[in-house]
């Protein structure tokens, strides 16, 4: 072979060996042998591994169908691999019990649910809920369930929260109990003694029996009682709610309402209860002009300073009336959901030609939306309908742009984050400031960071935890900023994020073998306030998983 041609396939199978053995970016690693002692390959990236014992709590959630969440309070990883090993579930058998002589005992078919909440544990992670739905199979007051929840909770209390789904809620009010968490439990359901009755009877303004009606007790927003409709003969009703009020809800009195079942525009009526009333006797539905239909229009001013439509806007209109008995109040109170054109299309209570009629107003913006949802305490509705006439348009209705939670996000060495997940969470209002009603307590919102490590958000204005997730080859680790108030006029930031390590797991169920695909959630070990979620991975085919942690 010539001397050229020789050259020519050299040059061949060098072009050949680049092709299929690249040479790694920055550092050029390809696997964690080409890093120094106490470093690992990451992204063609050699990066410091931890230096042990680093301890984290950790939660493992097992892949769908395979068992219960194991909780591990303190787990100490080393710089090599560490193996955490799931723990087998405690399957536990349960009963809900109601004694015989209730209404309960006596249906043949149904649904109970249950809710199982016990507390965060002290070292980290969220408060564990369990859900479990038990059919009612036979007459007789007793409901079997089956359920799994972790090792480390067995002896815990919890609290139930037992919701009966229609028809039961006819018969049994929502209760809360305190279970100790056990391999055979029972929840006792209440009996006749535990029980007050409500009774008594609706009419309407003409002094006729009234009907369409649902009649239910709460104390502030909370549902407790039973749910009774009124007997289409003679608009007698009967509800029943426990005696005891739930720890949370003590000293909140209860009040009686009725609202019209769908979305019938009719008159809600709320009657406050002293603790030992048993018959309100004859409540008279207030008379009331007939509601007719109008178009609120519901705008914003977007960034570019037009003015747009709130598309999916939710309002809730409410205005007194004359109340026919002493003790109560009435409400005329509608709800309804803007359209594609911003416009909420509803039937309201018209004001005359010499007053207009007064409603309070809440406004919940759409998450996606730029506006801020708020609350009016007056918002007046003219004269309805003329003989011939199209559709009223009331006043528009103008929302403020939500405040913008602006900034730039470095690393440790001051280099933009791109491509960063910041998620703000809503934990209350801004302090000292009260609160519109209509906005939510709680809400998140999420933007991904620019190549220069700039964000933005628009919320409500309030309190928020701010999640930063980097992307999970990225050499800076998950972070969180707690307590952070956005007032009304926005707030701009800078973060820099602490120098990250590479933390290597393998995750292995009770018979060793891996547990594929399985969440893994480890948490900074906490005895006092919330404890910070530093790790979120889900395992591979072999158990094991990596991610980057704040060096200590």
Same mark, same amino acid.
């Given at each position: 072979?010539?001397?050229?041609?020789?050259? /020519?396939?050299?040059?061949?199978?060098?072009?050949?060996?680049v092709? &299929?053995?690249?040479?790694?970016?920055?550092?050029?690693?390809?696997?964690?042998?080409?890093?120094?002692?106490?470093?690992a390959?990451?992204?063609?990236? &050699?990066?410091?591994?931890?230096?042990?014992?680093?301890?984290?709590?950790?939660?493992v959630?097992?892949?769908?169908?395979?068992?219960?969440?194991?909780?591990?309070?303190?787990?100490?990883?080393?710089?090599?691999?560490?193996?955490?090993?799931?723990?087998?579930?405690?399957?536990?058998?349960?009963?809900?019990?109601?004694?015989?002589?209730?209404?309960?005992?006596?249906?043949?078919?149904?649904?109970? +649910?249950?809710?199982?909440?016990l507390p965060?544990?002290?070292?980290?992670?969220?408060?564990?809920?369990?859900?479990?739905?038990?059919?009612?199979?036979?007459?007789?007051?007793?409901?079997?369930?089956?359920?799994?929840?972790?090792?480390a909770?067995?002896?815990?209390? $919890?609290?139930?929260?037992?919701?009966?789904?229609?028809?039961?809620?006819?018969?049994?009010?929502?209760?809360?109990?305190?279970?100790v968490?056990?391999? *055979?439990?029972t929840?006792?359901?209440?009996?006749?003694? *535990?029980?007050?009755?409500?009774?008594?009877?609706?009419?309407?303004?003409? *002094?006729?029996?009234?009907?369409?009606?649902?009649?239910?007790?709460?104390?502030?927003?909370?549902?407790?009682?039973?749910?009774?409709?009124?007997?289409p003969?003679? /608009?007698?009703f009967?509800?029943?709610?426990?005696?005891? $009020?739930?720890?949370?809800l003590?000293?909140?009195?209860?009040?009686?309402?009725?609202?019209?079942? /769908?979305?019938?525009?009719?008159?809600?009526?709320?009657?406050?209860?002293?603790?030992?009333?048993?018959?309100?006797?004859?409540?008279?539905?207030?008379?009331?002009?007939?509601?007719?239909p109008?178009?609120i229009?519901?705008?914003?001013?977007?960034?570019?300073?037009?003015?747009?439509?709130?598309?999916?806007?939710?309002?809730?209109l409410?205005?007194?009336?004359? $109340?026919?008995?002493?003790?109560?109040?009435?409400?005329?109170?509608?709800?309804?959901?803007?359209?594609f054109?911003?416009?909420?299309?509803v039937?309201l209570?018209?004001?005359?030609l010499?007053?207009?009629?007064?409603?309070?107003?809440?406004?919940?913006?759409?998450?996606?939306s730029?506006a801020?949802?708020? &609350?009016?305490?007056?918002?007046?509705v003219?004269?309805?309908?003329?003989?011939?006439?199209?559709?009223?348009?009331?006043?528009?209705?103008?929302?403020?742009?939500?405040?913008?939670?602006? /900034?730039?996000?470095?690393?440790?060495?001051? +280099?933009?984050?791109?491509?960063?997940?910041?998620?703000? +969470?809503?934990?209350?209002?801004?302090?000292?400031?009260?609160?519109?009603?209509a906005?939510p307590?709680?809400?998140?919102?999420?933007?991904?960071?620019?190549?220069?490590?700039?964000?933005?958000?628009?919320?409500?204005?309030?309190?928020?935890?701010?999640?930063?997730?980097?992307?999970?080859?990225?050499?800076?680790?998950?972070?969180?900023?707690?307590?952070?108030?956005?007032?009304?006029?926005?707030?701009?930031?800078?973060?820099?994020?602490?120098?990250?390590?590479?933390?290597?797991a393998?995750?292995?169920?009770?018979?060793?073998?891996?547990?594929?695909?399985?969440?893994?959630?480890?948490?900074a070990?906490?005895?006092?306030?919330?404890?910070?979620?530093?790790?979120?991975?889900?395992? *591979?085919?072999?158990?094991r998983?990596r991610?980057?942690?704040?060096?200590?």
């Open positions: 072979m010539s001397p050229a041609a020789r050259a /020519g396939a050299l040059g061949a199978f060098v072009l050949w060996a092709a &299929c053995n690249p040479p790694a970016a920055n550092d050029g690693c390809r696997q964690d042998t080409d890093c120094a002692a106490l470093e390959c990451l992204a063609s990236v &050699c990066m410091p591994r931890i230096v042990g014992p680093y301890a984290l709590a950790a939660v959630v097992p892949a769908s169908g395979v068992g219960a969440t194991t909780e591990i309070p303190q787990q100490l990883f080393a710089s090599t691999a560490t193996t955490l090993a799931l723990l087998p579930p405690i399957t536990a058998t349960g009963r809900a019990v109601a004694p015989m002589n209730t209404p309960f005992a006596q249906v043949a078919q149904g649904e109970l +649910s249950l809710t199982f909440v965060a544990p002290p070292t980290g992670g969220e408060p564990l809920q369990l859900n479990v739905v038990a059919p009612v199979t036979a007459p007789g007051g007793v409901v079997a369930f089956k359920m799994m929840f972790p090792q909770r067995l002896g815990q209390t $919890a609290k139930v929260f037992v919701i009966p789904r229609p028809p039961l809620d006819l018969v049994l009010p929502p209760i809360e109990r305190d279970v968490m056990a391999a *055979d439990m929840i006792v359901l209440p009996g006749i003694q *535990d029980l007050r009755a409500v009774v008594g009877v609706v009419r309407n303004e003409f *002094d006729q029996p009234a009907f369409g009606y649902s009649v239910r007790v709460y104390r502030g927003t909370t549902l407790v009682s039973t749910r009774s409709q009124l007997a003969e003679d /608009g007698r009967r509800v029943s709610y426990s005696r005891q $009020a739930s720890p949370a003590a000293g909140v009195p209860p009040t009686l309402e009725l609202a019209a079942i /769908g979305a019938a525009a009719r008159p809600r009526v709320r009657i406050a209860l002293a603790e030992d009333t048993t018959d309100v006797a004859t409540v008279r539905l207030p008379a009331h002009p007939l509601s007719q109008f178009r229009p519901v705008v914003t001013t977007n960034a570019q300073g037009e003015v747009a439509p709130v598309v999916g806007a939710l309002l809730r409410e205005t007194p009336l004359p $109340a026919s008995s002493s003790g109560s109040s009435a409400a005329f109170v509608q709800e309804a959901q803007a359209g054109d911003g416009v909420v299309e039937s209570i018209p004001g005359g010499e007053a207009a009629k007064a409603y309070r107003v809440a406004i919940v913006s759409p998450a996606s730029e801020a949802s708020r &609350c009016l305490d007056r918002f007046d003219g004269p309805g309908l003329d003989a011939g006439n199209a559709t009223p348009t009331t006043a528009t209705l103008e929302l403020p742009r939500r405040p913008e939670l602006s /900034g730039v996000i470095q690393r440790a060495d001051m +280099s933009p984050l791109h491509r960063a997940v910041v998620r703000a +969470s809503r934990t209350g209002p801004v302090p000292g400031v009260n609160a519109c009603e906005v307590r709680v809400g998140s919102a999420s933007a991904t960071t620019e190549t220069d490590g700039r964000f933005r958000l628009s919320l409500e204005p309030g309190t928020y935890r701010i999640e930063i997730r980097p992307p999970l080859t990225d050499m800076a680790p998950m972070w969180a900023v707690n307590d952070l108030v956005v007032p009304s006029l926005g707030l701009q930031v800078a973060w820099q994020l602490p120098r990250g390590q590479l933390l290597e393998r995750v292995v169920n009770v018979d060793a073998s891996a547990c594929q695909t399985c969440r893994v959630q480890l948490y070990a906490s005895t006092q306030g919330a404890a910070e979620l530093r790790v979120e991975a889900v395992t *591979d085919y072999d158990g998983f991610a980057v942690v704040p060096a200590l």
